[in-house]
Nanobody, 125 residues
Framework: QVQLIESGGGLVQAGGSLRLSCAASGRTLTSYAMGWFRQAPGKEREFVATINWIGGSTNYADSVKGRFTISRDNAKNTLYLQMNSLKPEDTAVYYC??????????????????WGQGTQVAVSS
């Protein structure tokens, strides 16, 4: 059973930075991709960023492009999300997710097989 454990969330002022981590364990198959999603109160879970686990290619939501950077450490089975220039609208619970199957893209929640428990990010104005 794959387990994903996020960390690094917290409260930060607008313009500040946070780095989220997601440690994966229990894998028996190599993932195709991992991603970050977020969910604000009263809203649906939305795509933030994804990275191909082997090749390292990345894709970002327009709302975070140029401010967030997704990366991974294959040896440590850890996914990261560096978040800079944070805005109050970035406030949400952030989830990492693991995709075990091939798709043409990984921007939908249905592309992913495993999810972490989430970590809260709050950005004050």
């Amino acid at each position: 059973q794959v387990q994903l454990i996020e960390s690094g969330g917290g409260l930060v002022q607008a313009g500040g930075s946070l780095r989220l981590s997601c440690a994966a364990s229990g894998r028996t198959l190599t993932s195709y991709a991992m991603g970050w999603f977020r969910q604000a109160p009263g809203k649906e879970r939305e795509f933030v960023a994804t990275i191909n686990w082997i090749g390292g290619s990345t894709n970002y939501a327009d709302s975070v492009k140029g401010r967030f950077t997704i990366s991974r450490d294959n040896a440590k089975n850890t996914l990261y999300l560096q978040m800079n220039s944070l805005k109050p609208e970035d406030t949400a619970v952030y989830y990492c997710a693991d995709a075990l199957n091939y798709y043409s893209d990984y921007v939908e929640t249905t592309n992913y097989d495993y999810w972490g428990q989430g970590t809260q990010v709050a950005v004050s104005s």
